[in-house]
Every structure is written in structure tokens, then in C-alpha cells.
């Protein structure tokens, strides 16, 4: 069950002055029963009660905001701050245990423009923000695959919170846009699968709060319209990570360079519009082993019919079937190689019929979160 209330308020002082402030407030309340059963010499099943659980999870964040903007003839700037107020609340029915989570955090930006020419305009910016764990991440029972491999949550995971500090420049063709900039990114709080055995043989993997990482890297973003029926837009991202962490006595270290790659095209024939993207992610050394490359391709298309009023969508994700997390987990007690597939190739057909409803434009893009691997 969801609730999100929002109120904003926007006041323009003059040209290129303007004051916002607002309120947000998200409820979010999940009930999550599982239970694990195995049969017996007899045919029957019987219940696992270490492995089924009826688990609830409630998180209320209230927050405030406000933004002021000046844009001059050179210069331009905006500075806001938001303040947060989270409270979490989880519970276990078998273990009858309750755990609450409360914090309040401040996080201020800052974003500052100036225009070099009419082309091109430099960009600097930091933003403090946070990132909470998801549900699966404080669920203590959220997979049972086999005796040997356990996949945990923990309640008592905290956020990750993060500064990033950024410098580029923007440039404007007639047709394209081109960004380049480089960045640091301050993170504490750092949340990683920690994997550790039983008894030599069986692992238990479980999400916690390990250290501190410092990223340094360099992005990359272009869009352009080479003609009226193609549009190109892409991201580059090549970085270092340096984690220092631990956990226990376990030391969770790692020194990583790496990249990311994204790439989109859409493209109208006719009435058809075509959408395809390629994400390409380079091998990775993590805190326990390594990860090896991975990659997978999206195909849609969507054509309007029924003079404009309706829309028949198809879609494939993963097209080649090709997004699996293959690695290897290196302890000082176990090495452990995997392959693992969250999502096979999925394939969906929709139809859309609009009643006194003009079709919404499509936000042209990914979201960061569609090209991200902590699902793994």
C-alpha cells in the first residue's frame, strides 16, 4: 500500500529569479508471507520454520525542500536544500522481533552554469543524497534456493549516503548535445552482499553496512537528430572505485577500474516507432572476487491506430537473452564461480485504447536504475 502526498510552491521574483519550496511525504506499508516446505519420505510436505516467516515493512519519509534560481546573462545558479525525516518499521511474526529505524538528514545542493559562448556552456555542481536499502535488501527471508547457497536480508541495514561533486561542459550543436565532465563521489555507509560459510560448505549471503568508497570518473552523454525519423542518445561512464571496508574480521577492500556503456536509438518508419538499446557493463573486481562482463540488448516498438486513439505496444527485454551475472566469490575459506539469471528474455504485447485522452509524450531515455546490477 502506497500514499504519496505533495504540495509546491513556485514564486518568480523577476526574469531568470525564481523560489520554490515544497512538501512530499511517501507511506509505504508491504506484508510479505513466505513460507519454505519439504517433502518427506512419505510424499508429504512439511513446513521449514527457520526459512518461513510473515515479515511487514512500513517506512514513512516526510520531507521539505526549497530551491532558489538566478539566471543572468553569463551566469546562472541554484542552491536548494532538503530535510528528510524517515522512520522504518519491520517485523517478524515467527521470531516475533521488531525493529525501528529513524533518521533526519539535511542535503544541500548547489549547481553553478556559465556561458563560454554560444555553444558552450560550463557546469559545475554537488549534491549530497542518500540511497535506502530496498525491501529484498531487509527482508531476512527473501530467497531459499537450494541448502548450499541462502541469499538473506537484514533489518538492521542503514543508508548509504554519498557527496558528488561534478565539473563538465555542455555542448549545444544544431543538432546534437555533447556533455563531458568528470567526478568524485564520497560514500559512507556503504552497502554490500557480504557472503560467509556455515560450515565449509554451505554460504550464507546477506546485505551490510561495510565502509567507505571514493569514485573518480569520467561521463560522457550525447543526443542527436541526424534526421527527422532517428534519434541517438548515449552515456559513457568509465571509473575507479577504492572501497575500504569490513565486516566482523573479514577485510573488504578492493581497488576496481571499470566501465559502463548505453546506447539508444529510436527510429520512426512510417507509423512504427522503434526503440532499441544496448548496455554494455566491463568486467568488475568486488570486495569478495570478481564480476565478469555483462551485457543485453531492449527491442520496442509502437505504432497508433484507431485514428490516434489507440496504441498497440510490443516489447522485448533482453533480446539475445544475455543478462546473466557470471562471477567469482573468493573468501579465505571458499572460492565459489556462478552464473546467475534474474530475468530471462521476456516478451509482451499491450494495446492501449485512449477515452477523451490526448497520447502523454515518452520521456526519451533510461532510467540509472534500469542499467543496474545490485539485483545481482
Same mark, same amino acid.
Given at each position: 500500500?502506497?500514499?504519496?502526498?505533495?504540495?509546491?510552491?513556485?514564486?518568480?521574483?523577476?526574469?531568470?529569479?525564481?523560489?520554490?519550496?515544497?512538501?512530499?511525504?511517501?507511506?509505504?506499508?508491504?506484508?510479505?508471507?513466505?513460507?519454505?516446505?519439504?517433502?518427506?519420505?512419505?510424499?508429504?510436505?512439511?513446513?521449514?520454520? =527457520?526459512?518461513?516467516?510473515?515479515?511487514?515493512?512500513?517506512?514513512?519519509?516526510?520531507?521539505?525542500?526549497?530551491?532558489?534560481? !538566478?539566471?543572468?546573462?553569463?551566469?546562472?545558479?541554484?542552491?536548494?536544500?532538503?530535510?528528510?525525516?524517515?522512520?522504518?518499521?519491520?517485523?517478524?511474526?515467527?521470531?516475533?522481533?521488531?525493529?525501528?529505524?529513524?533518521?533526519? =538528514? #539535511?542535503?544541500?545542493?548547489?549547481?553553478?552554469?556559465?556561458?563560454?559562448?554560444?555553444?558552450?556552456?560550463?557546469? #559545475?555542481?554537488?549534491?549530497?543524497?542518500?540511497?535506502?536499502?530496498?525491501?529484498?535488501?531487509?527482508?531476512?527471508?527473501?530467497?531459499?534456493?537450494?541448502?548450499?547457497?541462502?541469499?538473506?536480508?537484514?533489518?538492521?541495514?542503514?543508508?548509504?549516503?554519498?557527496?558528488?561533486?561534478?565539473?563538465?561542459?555542455?555542448?549545444?550543436?544544431?543538432?546534437?548535445?555533447?556533455?563531458?565532465?568528470?567526478?568524485?563521489?564520497?560514500?559512507?555507509?556503504?552497502?554490500?552482499?557480504?557472503?560467509?560459510?556455515?560450515?565449509?560448505? =554451505?554460504?550464507?549471503?546477506?546485505?551490510?553496512?561495510?565502509?567507505?568508497?571514493?569514485?573518480?570518473?569520467?561521463?560522457?552523454?550525447?543526443?542527436?537528430?541526424?534526421?527527422?525519423?532517428?534519434?541517438?542518445?548515449? !552515456? #559513457?561512464?568509465?571509473?575507479?572505485?577504492?572501497?575500504?571496508?569490513?565486516?566482523?574480521?573479514?577485510?573488504?577492500?578492493?581497488?576496481?577500474?571499470?566501465?559502463?556503456?548505453?546506447?539508444?536509438?529510436?527510429?520512426?518508419?512510417?507509423?512504427?516507432?522503434?526503440?532499441?538499446?544496448?548496455?554494455?557493463?566491463?568486467?568488475?573486481?568486488?570486495?569478495?572476487?570478481?564480476?565478469?562482463?555483462?551485457?543485453?540488448?531492449?527491442?520496442? #516498438?509502437?505504432?497508433?491506430?484507431?485514428?490516434?486513439?489507440?496504441?498497440? =505496444?510490443?516489447?522485448?527485454?533482453?533480446?539475445?537473452?544475455?543478462?546473466?551475472?557470471?562471477?567469482?566469490?573468493?573468501?579465505? !575459506?571458499?572460492?565459489?564461480?556462478?552464473?546467475?539469471?534474474?530475468?530471462?528474455?521476456?516478451?509482451?504485447?499491450?494495446?492501449?485504447?485512449?477515452?477523451?485522452?490526448?497520447?502523454?509524450?515518452?520521456?526519451?531515455?533510461?532510467?540509472?536504475?534500469?542499467?543496474?546490477?545490485?539485483?545481482?
Amino acid at each position: 500500500r502506497n500514499v504519496l502526498m505533495q504540495l509546491d510552491y513556485v514564486y518568480p521574483f523577476k526574469k531568470g529569479k525564481k523560489f520554490e519550496a515544497g512538501y512530499r511525504g511517501t507511506l509505504r506499508e508491504i506484508a510479505n508471507d513466505y513460507i519454505v516446505e519439504q517433502i518427506d519420505g512419505s510424499g508429504g510436505f512439511f513446513t521449514l520454520p =527457520n526459512f518461513s516467516n510473515k515479515f511487514t515493512y512500513n517506512e514513512d519519509v516526510h520531507a521539505l525542500y526549497s530551491i532558489y534560481e !538566478n539566471k543572468m546573462v553569463k551566469w546562472g545558479y541554484q542552491v536548494g536544500l532538503r530535510v528528510e525525516q524517515t522512520n522504518i518499521t519491520t517485523f517478524q511474526r515467527e521470531t516475533n522481533e521488531t525493529n525501528y529505524k529513524d533518521y533526519l =538528514n #539535511a542535503f544541500p545542493s548547489a549547481f553553478v552554469t556559465y556561458n563560454l559562448d554560444n555553444m558552450r556552456t560550463l557546469q #559545475a555542481s554537488y549534491s549530497r543524497r542518500l540511497s535506502r536499502p530496498r525491501f529484498w535488501y531487509l527482508n531476512p527471508f527473501s530467497s531459499y534456493s537450494d541448502p548450499r547457497n541462502i541469499r538473506t536480508g537484514n533489518t538492521d541495514l542503514n543508508p548509504e549516503y554519498t557527496d558528488s561533486y561534478e565539473l563538465g561542459v555542455l555542448n549545444n550543436l544544431k543538432k546534437s548535445s555533447v556533455y563531458v565532465g568528470g567526478y568524485y563521489r564520497y560514500s559512507t555507509g556503504v552497502i554490500d552482499r557480504i557472503q560467509t560459510s556455515v560450515d565449509g560448505i =554451505n554460504t550464507i549471503s546477506t546485505p551490510r553496512n561495510i565502509g567507505i568508497e571514493n569514485a573518480y570518473g569520467i561521463e560522457a552523454n550525447f543526443s542527436t537528430d541526424p534526421t527527422d525519423w532517428l534519434n541517438l542518445n548515449g !552515456n #559513457a561512464n568509465f571509473y575507479r572505485a577504492i572501497t575500504k571496508g569490513r565486516y566482523n574480521d573479514i577485510t573488504l577492500d578492493r581497488d576496481t577500474y571499470t566501465a559502463r556503456f548505453r546506447l539508444n536509438s529510436k527510429i520512426k518508419i512510417n507509423k512504427i516507432d522503434f526503440q532499441v538499446s544496448g548496455n554494455y557493463m566491463a568486467p568488475e573486481r568486488q570486495t569478495q572476487g570478481t564480476r565478469k562482463s555483462l551485457y543485453y540488448m531492449d527491442l520496442g #516498438a509502437n505504432m497508433d491506430v484507431m485514428k490516434g486513439k489507440g496504441t498497440i =505496444n510490443l516489447s522485448v527485454r533482453d533480446l539475445f537473452n544475455s543478462r546473466k551475472y557470471r562471477g567469482t566469490t573468493i573468501t579465505s !575459506n571458499f572460492t565459489e564461480s556462478s552464473k546467475f539469471q534474474w530475468r530471462s528474455r521476456q516478451i509482451r504485447l499491450s494495446f492501449s485504447y485512449r477515452l477523451n485522452q490526448k497520447k502523454k509524450r515518452e520521456r526519451g531515455g533510461q532510467r540509472d536504475d534500469d542499467f543496474d546490477d545490485e539485483e545481482f
